[in-house]
């Protein structure tokens, strides 16, 4: 399963209508509600601000919005390219500013459907998403002279989001992939003697 690294964006007409579709790494419910008010603040000009979601490891969580567009034009198609996608954890907005055309209800479900299939598209060429593993914060406290040769192993453990706090000690945290975790432990362990408890 993949996730999305960062915001991604593509733009495109229709008959007159401009439309701009974006995506959002997003992992909760609530984070997609605040993105999607933040996106029609910015575009209070627009004439609808479509989105569907996909959120869980195993999709769990879904969410559309056809925004005033007639029911099932909008939202419906935006989620199902989006569930038809080996993703989640990611919420897909299409932005509508009406060009003084009606482009019918098959008109909207092509248009809709279109623009989410442009911005995954984008998403995949520039290689912005990645595959979701599971991963566990962790913080332990080492002395100045195990310093240098720890710091050294972190990367076989493929730490991420690392903290490092001088004082006494230094006090090092971060993320860890789940599957790593007992043996990173293990090994510091090991190494100071059984002083460093991760």
């Given at each position: 399963m993949n996730i999305l690294k960062c915001h991604v964006q593509d733009e495109f007409t229709v008959k007159g209508s401009r439309f701009l579709?974006?995506?959002?790494?997003?992992?909760?419910?609530?984070?997609?509600?605040?993105?999607?008010?933040?996106?029609?603040?910015?575009?209070?000009?627009?004439?609808?601000?479509?989105?569907?979601?996909?959120?869980?490891?195993?999709?769990?969580?879904?969410?559309?919005?056809d925004d005033g567009e007639?029911?099932?034009?909008?939202?419906?198609?935006?989620?199902?390219?989006?569930?038809?996608?080996?993703?989640?954890?990611?919420?897909?907005?299409?932005?509508?500013?009406?060009?003084?055309?009606?482009?019918?209800?098959?008109?909207?479900?092509?248009?809709?459907?279109?623009?989410?299939?442009?911005?995954?598209?984008k998403a995949l060429e520039e290689n912005f998403f990645e595959e979701f593993v599971e991963k566990e914060g962790f913080t332990f406290s080492v002395d100045y002279s195990l310093y240098q040769k720890i710091k050294q192993l972190l990367p076989q453990w493929s730490v991420s989001d690392l903290d490092e706090q001088f004082g006494e000690e230094i006090t090092l945290s971060g993320k860890v992939p789940s599957s790593k975790l007992s043996e990173m432990a293990q090994t510091l362990k090991d190494l100071s003697g059984g002083r460093i408890i991760l």
């Amino acid at each position: 399963m993949n996730i999305l690294k960062c915001h991604v964006q593509d733009e495109f007409t229709v008959k007159g209508s401009r439309f701009l579709s974006e995506l959002f790494p997003c992992s909760s419910q609530n984070e997609a509600r605040t993105i999607i008010k933040e996106q029609k603040n910015k575009y209070k000009d627009s004439t609808h601000v479509v989105h569907a979601f996909v959120i869980g490891m195993n999709k769990e969580v879904l969410g559309l919005s056809d925004d005033g567009e007639p029911s099932g034009t909008a939202g419906r198609p935006v989620l199902d390219v989006l569930k038809g996608q080996n993703c989640t954890n990611v919420l897909l907005i299409v932005t509508r500013w009406f060009g003084g055309t009606l482009l019918g209800t098959g008109g909207l479900v092509k248009a809709y459907g279109d623009g989410a299939k442009g911005v995954i598209q984008k998403a995949l060429e520039e290689n912005f998403f990645e595959e979701f593993v599971e991963k566990e914060g962790f913080t332990f406290s080492v002395d100045y002279s195990l310093y240098q040769k720890i710091k050294q192993l972190l990367p076989q453990w493929s730490v991420s989001d690392l903290d490092e706090q001088f004082g006494e000690e230094i006090t090092l945290s971060g993320k860890v992939p789940s599957s790593k975790l007992s043996e990173m432990a293990q090994t510091l362990k090991d190494l100071s003697g059984g002083r460093i408890i991760l």
